[in-house]
């Protein structure tokens, strides 16, 4: 069971750099190919399958997009912490909903049998389209007193917040309101 555990873990990480991306550099050049995100916060990049595969950082590229036959994905160095992290664009606008999934694997033993459990924490990122540093907010404890502030330039959302109208699990619907109703596009 471990071995074929981690055949199928090395097989996902050859395919995903077979994953057709396009990379955004921060000149404004853009280039389609093939990528994968490394476990580092960095991109490897390749413009062909056959190309030996190239890693960026974030002092070179903005963000990724990713194309599946169904889905696409988009991701983008945020700064946090004084140091850039490559998070999931969720939601786009005046306020933007960014994610960041993190994986822990661990290794049970139970009655001589291994086997893996596979958890993820997904923290989430609110951000005003003015870029000013103080506007990032890292969801977490206390979240309501903290969105409700945050929002606190549209009362009718303030409003649904406080009444538990909007929850914790609602921040999308969250940010989509306050694009929707709430700015001047």
């Known amino acids: 069971m471990k071995y074929l555990i981690i055949i199928l873990f ?4 050859s395919f995903a750099q077979n994953q057709e991306a ?27 399958l056959d190309d030996k595969p190239t890693r960026f950082t974030s002092d070179e590229i903005s963000r990724i997009e990713f194309y599946d036959f169904e889905t696409s994905a988009t991701f983008q160095y945020i700064k946090l912490k004084e140091k850039y992290k490559l998070l999931e664009v969720l939601i786009e606008g005046e306020v933007s909903l960014y994610a960041q999934v993190k994986t822990n694997w661990r290794l049970f033993l139970e009655y001589s049998n291994n086997y893996y459990n596979h958890n993820n924490f997904t923290f989430y990122l609110v951000k005003k389209r003015h870029n000013n540093q103080n506007s990032n907010k890292i969801i977490s404890l206390g979240w309501k ?21 909007f929850k914790r699990d609602d921040l999308q619907e969250i940010v989509i309101y306050y694009n929707d109703f709430c700015t001047d596009l």
């Open 10 to 13: 090395t097989f996902s990480l």
């Open 22 to 48: 396009k990379i955004f550099f921060k000149d404004g050049d853009t280039f389609e190919g093939f990528g994968m995100i490394t476990g580092n916060n960095n991109i490897k990049f390749r413009l062909s």
């Open 145 to 165: 007193k903290k969105m409700m502030e945050y929002f606190s330039d549209c009362s009718e959302l303030v409003r649904k917040i406080q009444s538990n109208e």
